[in-house]
């Protein structure tokens, strides 16, 4: 190394690398909104609290989509888990909700291991595939398990289709979960996801989370400049699993019931076309992607009825309409706009 | 003779009845610049792509400095000191100069698995970074992404980042190629910079280049190796001549 003191750190483009990860103004603009949102509209406490943990596991998604480029369908195989394992706990006596948290984290790491063991192996399709199967297997494995024998004795285990009801003990003993009108469980939810996007956010701003970006961009290149590709894939893909176990987690301790809807593939679907919607590797991506979904979903429900044609006929619209008119999402056309006003060049590109 | 930088032993592979690589003997000794020539098929990348691990041989061994690495893999290969640069650009395409560098540092200096600091924690790395971006004069282009650069540029792109990663043994498969000629000097400038120890080895069509930078030459022809020699010795050769040179005349 040279002694000189790091010379060429002044240039524009240094300076890129040395403050990315640095915070900007209008960073503090969903908070403001999430916040807002619980005052203005105290009847839609509920839709706003999905929303929040549908940014959370749109964020691991993106976290292993939008960065590292392995596109999964079936990342409900960790957020069902840490649903279950959350409703599980409850149901069977711990009804603590932040240790079920951090279980429900621990378990979707576990299988996150097992599956990413396997899956990261493969590429493309295959791997796109396989990600499906294995959600797909624990989806029919919760359903068989909706009652279990114990000592010749039925016990209702995960419930199957029906689910089960369970209830948690109030937050660090202090903040009961409210069923009516969801303020705790809003502010629970919202602070989960500020903690867990503070996490995503300094990953990516990391010299790990640029090496992600360069297996995206380029793995042929990654292999030749020494990089343990497939350790750097496992390990972001276990992180991902584990914050899209706690978003499930959330999801089922905030509404005190789960369904095996946990594992659907459905859902899967709808988290991936979320952060394409919203634009991927770019993280708020996830919070305008799964916002402007779930409102969709709602709204269209409202106007047009709950026949899943309509619905299914205005997601698929919009989604093709993105991908045709907006192929860097709904952010990627703010991110233009932005920047042909203030004479930059667009930043780096998805 | 000291120990080879880099040997080859009945290297063999095959891909169904084409035989790519013919029981290839061959060593680089330290500080060695050495070119492979051979017309077109003749199994020059894919003979990197054996030294690098990229390809697997049916048969033989690759030895870095002495120690057996034909079982390992292709990122471990890099971090014992081999570096390469690719036939055609294999750059990340969406990033900047400057990005596309600091990668290569990063791995290199064995920051790329930090998670929890941000990359300008750092600064010596990125300032490694600027430093080879200066060395190959693609301070202008700093924040162009690649996809943007013209291809000659890109070339340089290709080199810096081997640079980087300070090998024991580069291999350079036709770095030239693509680059306008005015900037061809840089790329050899870059090279000849580089510690006298460093063992060279460069694929190249320009015999131009070839003469200019070996000191030896290895012709292959159809996977096998068909003489190696002094820059000279090759050059008058007539078996060469009349598989390669001669050929290249008529053509």
Excluded: C
């Amino acid at each position: 190394m040279p002694s000189q003191q790091h010379a060429g750190l002044n240039t524009a483009a240094a300076q890129d690398l040395m403050r990315g990860h640095r915070f900007r103004w209008y960073e503090v603009l969903p908070w403001v909104i999430a916040i807002a949102v619980f005052f203005a509209f105290p009847g839609y406490r509920l839709l706003a609290t999905q929303i929040l943990v549908m940014i959370m596991f749109a964020l691991s998604l993106d976290l292993i989509v939008g960065y590292a480029g392995i596109v999964s369908l079936g990342h409900t195989a960790f957020f069902g888990t840490g649903a279950y394992t959350a409703a599980l706990l409850a149901n069977n006596g711990w009804g603590e909700p932040l240790s079920a948290l951090l279980a429900a984290a621990v378990m979707a790491a576990i299988l996150g291991v097992i599956s990413g063991w396997i899956i990261l192996r493969t590429h493309g399709l295959t791997l796109l595939m396989l990600t499906m199967a294995f959600s797909i297997m624990l989806y029919e494995l919760a359903k068989d398990l909706d009652v279990i024998k114990i000592g010749g004795e039925e016990v209702t285990f995960t419930g199957g289709f029906d689910g089960i009801n369970f209830s948690n003990d109030a937050i660090l003993g202090l903040f009961e979960f409210d069923a009516v009108w969801y303020g705790v469980n809003y502010w629970y939810a919202l602070v989960i996801l500020f903690a867990g996007f503070l996490v995503i956010r300094t990953i990516v701003h990391a010299p790990f989370g640029r090496a992600l970006i360069g297996i995206r961009e380029n793995v042929d290149r990654m292999h030749a400049v020494g990089s343990p590709v497939f350790r750097r894939k496992l390990v972001v893909y276990v992180i991902s699993a584990a914050i899209a176990g706690v978003a499930g987690a959330i999801f089922v301790q905030v509404q005190g019931n789960i369904t095996i809807g946990v594992y659907e593939f459905e859902l899967a679907g709808n988290v991936l076309i979320m952060i394409i919607l919203g634009g991927t590797g770019r993280l708020y991506g996830a919070f305008i992607g799964a916002t402007v979904f779930t409102i969709l979903e709602n709204f269209t429900e409202h106007v047009l009825g709950t026949d899943p044609p309509y619905w299914e006929l205005t997601v698929g619209l919009t989604l093709v309409l993105t991908v045709l008119f907006a192929p860097r999402g709904l952010l990627g056309i703010f991110e233009s706009v932005f920047a042909s006003r203030s004479g930059r060049t667009a930043g780096r590109t998805a | 003779m000291s120990q080879p930088a880099l040997e080859t032993r009945d290297l063999h592979k095959a891909f169904g009845a084409l035989v790519v690589a013919n029981d290839i003997d061959f060593a680089l000794q330290p500080g060695a610049r050495h070119a492979i020539i051979g017309p077109n098929g003749a199994g020059k990348t894919t003979f990197v792509n054996l030294i690098t691990g990229v390809l697997k041989p049916d048969s033989g061994h690759v030895l870095l400095g002495g120690k057996d690495i034909t079982a390992l893999a292709q990122a471990e290969r890099v971090k014992r000191g081999i570096a390469r640069t690719f036939q055609i650009n294999t750059l990340f395409g969406g990033l900047t100069v400057l990005e596309n560098l600091y990668l290569a540092v990063s791995e290199h200096m064995g920051v790329a698995g930090l998670m929890f600091r941000p990359a300008g924690a750092r600064p010596d790395v990125v300032a490694e970074a600027v430093r080879l971006m200066e060395m190959l004069k693609l301070g202008d282009d700093a924040r162009t992404t690649i996809a943007e650069l013209p291809y000659g540029r890109q070339r340089l792109v290709e080199i810096a980042i081997a640079l980087a990663l300070e090998p024991k043994v580069l291999l350079l498969d036709e770095p030239a190629a693509g680059v306008p000629s005015a900037e061809s000097h840089i790329l050899l400038d870059a090279v000849a910079g580089l510690p006298p120890e460093v063992a060279v080895l460069i694929i190249e069509h320009d015999m131009d280049v070839v003469f200019r930078f070996a000191h030896s030459i290895t012709v292959l022809v159809s996977g096998a190796v068909l003489i190696t020699g002094t820059p000279d010795e090759i050059a008058d050769n007539a078996e060469v001549r009349a598989v390669y040179l001669g050929e290249q005349a008529r053509g």
